[in-house]
């Protein structure tokens, strides 16, 4: 299976530097990040893709939106594709980080969820999609999602893509490795 992660285009709370997992809270593109989701078209035209999956955040629904006025393809919003659920809702990211540093792959923290945790949700997605006929499909979510489809497809442990960097409007190519 193939599939094309874009990590939504910068947003308002990534100049912020602040966590945002809530969909109901407007968390919008910046202008850079609205020229971002523009200028991925092009790339992603030269991929056969047959559908869009998009996180319900607005940021990751917006990047989708714009790319997709080029695209002209189904745009699915999948709930397992939202931003993992750090407990830090609003805060500084700096603040979450801190609150994980003494386990940051299973601590649990303000009621949210661990990065295993977080891995087996979005992993699941991606074991129900790869069963289903369409063949390249593009994901439109957040790092540390597009973490979780590095992991996925190269079959590397949720340690194994700590930290690993994503940029924004970005199309990174992931094939599942057998």
């Known amino acids: 299976m193939r599939f094309i992660g874009l990590r939504h285009g910068q947003s308002t709370y990534n100049l912020q ?39 319900p955040l607005p940021r990751a629904l917006q990047t989708a939106e ?3 006025a080029g695209l002209k393809l189904p745009l699915h919003i999948e709930p397992a594709l939202a931003d993992i659920r750090s407990g830090f809702e609003g805060q500084p990211v700096a603040d979450y980080m801190a609150a994980i540093a003494h386990d940051p792959l299973h601590a649990r ?26 063949e390249d499909v593009l ?10 489809f590095r992991a ?15 940029e924004n409007c970005v199309p990174y190519d992931f094939c599942r490795i057998l």
């Open 66 to 68: 714009i790319v997709n």
């Open 17 to 55: 530097y602040l966590c945002n997992d809530d969909p109901a809270r407007n968390v919008c593109l910046t202008e850079l990040g609205v020229q971002q989701a523009q200028s991925a078209v092009a790339q992603l035209q030269a991929h056969a893709l047959t559908a869009i999956y998009c996180s």
């Open 109 to 134: 923290v303000n009621g949210g969820e661990s990065i295993a945790d977080y891995h087996q949700r979005v992993a699941g997605f991606l074991d129900v999609l790869a069963g289903r006929s369409e």
């Open 139 to 148: 994901l439109v979510a957040h790092e540390e999602t597009l973490r979780v």
């Open 152 to 166: 996925w497809a190269e079959r590397l442990t949720a340690k194994a893509v700590i930290g690993l960097p994503f």
